[in-house]
């Protein structure tokens, strides 16, 4: 079974640097996907980026960026320039190509930005 | 916005009554899933739909039954609630071609079972 690991419960920055988040997963196959949802006090679930495992070029969206490593199976968020807003629960996810296709999560880490 | 709306938002409830969660979605996506988020796991994959009356479990079934007679509805049962069935309950759907799909999640409904 697949398993995903958040090692960082909790991380803080200040407004306008760059934060990186980890996740790392376990899995024998080689074609899936990974995704970063961000979840603020709302409690509704965001998607923030998602990877796709054949691509080599790591996803952007906007300010938010990946660095996918799929030999060490890591897949990082980046946050540039940090804003009050990103302020959240950030969940890394995997899904297979395969069967129900249903999403595996981690443990999440808790962000806050520091004004 | 994907369309997807989780009634009721928040339940309390009392421990051996049936609890029914409701997920509607706006438009005639296939696949549905519901998940629970409980702290120190994650969301954790209940059971899912990929079509009316067909359903299947996920990782964390026991103690729930679904159902899905409509497209836009999928509906979670609790047959008798117990203590450790006190969570957030999250609706998602997929959207997308096989290649792109991503899952969107509703708003979700907040359980607690006294």
């Known amino acids: 079974a697949q398993t995903v690991t958040q090692s960082q419960p909790e991380m803080s920055v200040q407004e306008a640097e760059t934060v990186t988040l980890s996740c790392t997963y376990d899995?024998?196959?080689?074609?899936?996907?990974l995704f970063w949802y961000k979840q603020p006090p709302s409690r509704q679930m965001i998607l923030v980026i998602r990877?796709?495992?054949?691509?080599?070029q790591n996803a952007t969206e906007n300010r938010f960026s990946v660095n996918f490593q799929k030999a060490a199976k890591s897949f990082s968020l980046k946050i540039s320039d940090s804003q009050l807003g990103d302020a959240a629960m950030y969940f890394c996810?995997?899904?297979?190509?395969?069967?129900?296709?249903?999403?595996?999560f981690g443990t999440g880490t808790r962000l806050t930005i520091i004004p | 916005d994907a369309g997807i709306t989780q009634s009721p938002r928040h339940k309390v409830t009392e421990t051996g009554t049936p609890v029914t969660l409701r997920c509607h979605q706006t438009?005639?996506?296939?696949?549905m899933y519901w998940y629970r988020q409980d702290p120190g796991h994650g969301l954790r994959l209940i059971h899912y739909s990929y079509g009316v009356k067909d359903t299947d479990k996920g990782e964390v079934s026991d103690g729930y039954s679904v159902s899905r007679s409509k497209t836009e509805d999928f509906l979670l049962t609790l047959e008798s609630a117990t203590s450790s069935q006190t969570s957030v309950y999250f609706c998602?759907?997929?959207?997308?071609?096989?290649?792109?799909?991503?899952?969107?999640f509703g708003p979700g409904t907040r359980l607690t079972v006294l």
């Open positions: 998602a759907i997929r959207i997308g071609l096989a290649v792109t799909d991503t899952q969107y």
């Open positions: 899995t024998s196959e080689s074609d899936y996907y």
């Open positions: 990877q796709e495992a054949y691509k080599q």
């Open positions: 996810a995997y899904r297979t190509n395969f069967g129900n296709e249903k999403l595996t």
């Open positions: 438009e005639n996506h296939r696949y």
